[in-house]
């Protein structure tokens, strides 16, 4: 009797051991079911059913037919060419710069501490504060660029950047640069400390010169920073919104109008649910097929597993 | 028996319910209109050893004049104690996508701002009451309202508001930089703005003399071209069946989008900010003496000339619309929303003191409107209020009474007002300024708006 009890009673705390570590999860399952699968799950539901705001008496089921709606609007492929034009502006450019400027600040000049501390300022101010600061400094008739252009002579009439689409999107793409330089830096800055500087030494022993030292040591070594940092910041930029909303509203003729703008527009000012749910769904497919598209061509694992 | 003893005496709550509905009788409100405010049983009134405490009303608005609006929800509360007002106020750009998640998500909202362009689809949602069904004393206003504020506010045959304002899209000019330019009166035709831009600028007075509303995220902007349209010789968008008209050959639509993108690329006389150019940019531009010519709602002429907001004012004049006049009108007004008949009679009843306290006559005056002309310059929906000794006084010290009250009676409502009005609205923008930059032909651009226009009505997307 004595051993049975002691037996049941040693099953029961195997038991609670096993649910122990279950029990403790299941505050957070709850947080992100809530957060997470819930708002996933309904999204699911409007894609698929006729959810129009101002027709609140029916939401029949529809199928896809909200996904080819908003794929047979001349909006859509409008607003498609205005996402790959700006990323393609806005990548580039924060990868690039973000590089040079992690560059700059490893080396030993006395500047490179102060700047590390500025670089990141951008990172504290608010989108939305940043959108309204820098359309004041592109704005048409008043803004510091043109007024510093026109003092230095480089151009002879204020340039209208904002009613302009390709000079719209070039400012765009400046904003957004400002505003993810931080990001793009740390990392960078990160990745070149983790390279151990025997390399770069053994390399300029042997007579290569700096910019050889750079393409064919740092930057292979940089190839998994650099993946994190083209897959965040494409991510971002195809999913930029507040910039767009307070710099130009989508204008001028929906040069701006990238697609999370229509998806914005498709539910808040068209009040069609459905299909903002359906563009949202199309939106986070186009940025599966980017990421694994960037994965393929910047396998890094190669990179440690060469030579071994 | 004016209209305001009818109103003190129903929603008095000191009077007892047999008072109520005697007095009810005595001004002609139909007993189930009486009954139906005093409710089923145990109605409004409260007995005399029953104390009433405050009751909330939550009111909404686009933030402009805030402080005035205050300090009239002060005068209101003090007025009729036992009511308290809750405001909140959004950005004017924004202000119909926040209201709609409000409607939706069920935000306390019972009263507030709305506009003639978002009726049609605020009510076919159920998301606005019409007033005369709750209000039969609404009526008695109709009268004295403008024919173009009646139709702003009516849907299905109901009225759906009281005027907080109602304006007209005028056209304006620096008097004074005319006259340097060598003009002595504003333009007639839009031929004519031409000529005197250009001379203008040949004269180095300003590069660009024009500057319109288009910013493509201002509803104001889609107003801007529909009351140039209609001052092409009376022009038109749709027939009576509500058919497009705008895209056909020779049409008031086509010659205003063909002369806009001469202006932004040929004769270069319109701003090219304009595309980008919400409402206080424009004001801006003017004051800073950068533009000459331009069209805003009439109240921002009262703006430009107070004296103080800058160097250049006292020098802007109204003109009417070149060539036929004719402009659009428009009216903004405080609406009921569904949610305020659902709290109660004691709060629909509070609710209706409100909108008529803000809205209608006390006393046989508009206390609130009339307050917003004198100090704003805002318009009115009321004929009546021409008459008025203290807004004539202060319309013309930024204006001339005689040219805004003929502006006024040129205007016509927007025509296309439908549930899918705001959804060809926001289309259209893009299409237009798509026109303007030269990146579509005027004829590509309206056939796309006529379009849309069609496969909306037929209940597409």
Redesign the interface.
């Known amino acids: 009797m004595v051993v049975s009890a002691v037996s049941r009673r040693s099953r029961a705390s195997v038991r609670m051991g096993r649910l122990g570590p279950y029990g403790a999860l299941l505050p957070t399952l709850i947080i992100i079911g809530l957060f997470s699968l819930y708002p996933l799950g309904y999204a699911v539901y409007l894609s698929l059913h006729e959810y129009v705001l101002t027709n609140p008496f029916g939401h029949p089921f529809t199928g896809l037919q909200n996904v080819q709606e908003v794929i047979g609007e001349d909006y859509f492929r409008a607003s498609l060419t205005a996402t790959a034009i700006y990323t393609v502006m806005a990548v580039p450019m924060i990868v690039v710069v973000g590089l040079l400027a992690a560059l700059l600040l490893n080396t030993k000049l006395r500047i490179a501490s102060f700047l590390r501390v500025v670089i990141v300022l951008p990172w504290a101010i608010p989108s939305v504060v940043a959108g309204i600061l820098w359309q004041w400094l592109f704005s048409d008739n008043y803004g510091v660029i043109n007024d510093l252009l026109y003092t230095a002579g480089v151009i002879h009439h204020y340039i209208p950047w904002l009613s302009q689409p390709n000079t719209a999107r070039l400012a765009l793409a400046v904003a957004q640069l400002w505003k993810e330089l931080p990001f793009a830096t740390i990392f960078f800055l990160a990745g070149l400390q983790t390279i151990p500087p025997g390399i770069v030494d053994a390399a300029v022993i042997d007579g290569a010169s700096p910019f050889r030292v750079f393409w064919h040591i740092i930057v292979p070594l940089l190839r998994p920073v650099a993946l994190v940092v083209l897959v965040y910041e494409t991510v971002l930029a195809i999913t930029t919104f507040d910039l767009i909303f307070i710099m130009t509203g989508g204008g001028p003729a929906n040069a701006t109008g990238v697609l999370s703008w229509y998806a914005y527009q498709e539910t808040f000012t068209f009040l069609n649910l459905g299909h903002g749910a359906a563009l949202s769904f199309i939106i986070a497919v186009l940025m599966l097929v980017l990421i694994l598209g960037y994965l393929r061509l910047l396998r890094s694992e190669d990179l440690y597993t060469e030579g071994t | 028996m004016s209209d305001s003893r009818i109103h003190e005496a129903l929603f008095n709550p000191t009077l007892s319910r047999r008072e109520l509905l005697r007095e009810a009788a005595r001004w002609g409100i139909s007993v189930p209109a009486a009954l139906s405010l005093l409710g089923s049983g145990s109605g409004h009134v409260l007995a005399d050893h029953e104390q009433r405490s405050n009751l909330l009303l939550n009111f909404v608005v686009w933030s402009y004049g805030v402080s005035t609006i205050q300090s009239n929800i002060k005068q209101f509360e003090k007025r009729y104690p036992g009511t308290e007002v809750n405001l909140t106020d959004f950005s004017w750009l924004n202000y119909?996508?926040t209201m709609?998640?409000r409607?939706?998500g069920k935000t306390p909202t019972d009263v507030c701002y709305s506009s003639d362009h978002w009726l049609q689809?605020?009510a076919?949602?159920?998301w606005l009451e019409p007033l005369d069904t709750y209000f039969p004393a609404v009526k008695q206003y109709k009268s004295d309202f403008f024919p173009y504020v009646t139709a702003g506010m009516t849907y299905n045959r109901h009225l759906y508001g009281l005027p907080y304002y109602a304006d007209t899209w005028a056209f304006m000019y620096n008097d004074h930089i005319l006259k340097k330019a060598g003009f002595h009166a504003p333009p007639r035709t839009w031929a004519e703005l031409t000529h005197q831009a250009q001379v203008i600028q040949k004269k180095k007075l300003s590069?660009h003399p024009l500057i319109l509303l288009f910013?493509?995220?201002d509803p104001g902007s889609i107003e801007v071209w529909m009351s140039m349209v209609y001052s092409q010789q009376n022009g038109h968008l749709f027939d009576s069946h509500l058919n497009p008209v705008f895209d056909k050959k020779g049409s008031a639509a086509m010659a205003t989008v063909q002369w806009i993108t001469d202006s932004l690329n040929k004769t270069k006389i319109l701003?090219?900010?304009?595309?980008?150019a919400a409402e206080i940019?424009v004001v801006k531009?003017m004051q800073?003496g950068?533009s000459v010519f331009t069209i805003l709602e009439t109240y921002n002429l009262a703006e430009l000339n107070a004296p103080g907001t800058s160097k250049l004012s006292g020098q802007f004049r109204m003109g009417l619309m070149p060539n036929s006049h004719h402009t659009v009108g428009y009216v903004r007004f405080y609406a009921m929303t569904s949610q305020l008949p659902s709290r109660g009679k004691e709060v629909l009843a509070d609710g209706w003191k409100f909108l008529n306290y803000f809205g209608g006559r006390i006393n046989g005056r508009y206390p609130v409107v009339e307050r917003w002309a004198v100090q704003n310059g805002l318009g009115f929906g009321e004929r009546s209020l021409w008459n008025n000794a203290a807004i004539d006084r202060a319309f013309n010290k930024w204006g001339n009474v005689g040219i805004l009250r003929k502006n006024q009676e040129y205007a016509r409502i927007k025509e296309g007002l439908t549930?899918y009005y705001?959804?060809w609205d926001?289309?259209s923008?893009?299409e237009l300024?798509?026109a303007?930059?030269g990146?579509e032909s005027p004829a590509a651009a309206l056939s796309?708006m006529a379009d849309k226009w069609r496969s909306l009505k037929n209940g597409g997307?």
């Open positions: 119909h996508d709609v998640t409607f939706v689809e605020w076919a949602a159920g590069d910013a493509q995220s701003d090219p900010s304009s595309l980008t940019p531009a800073a950068s549930k705001p959804r926001v289309f923008r893009g300024q798509h303007y930059l990146q796309k997307s």
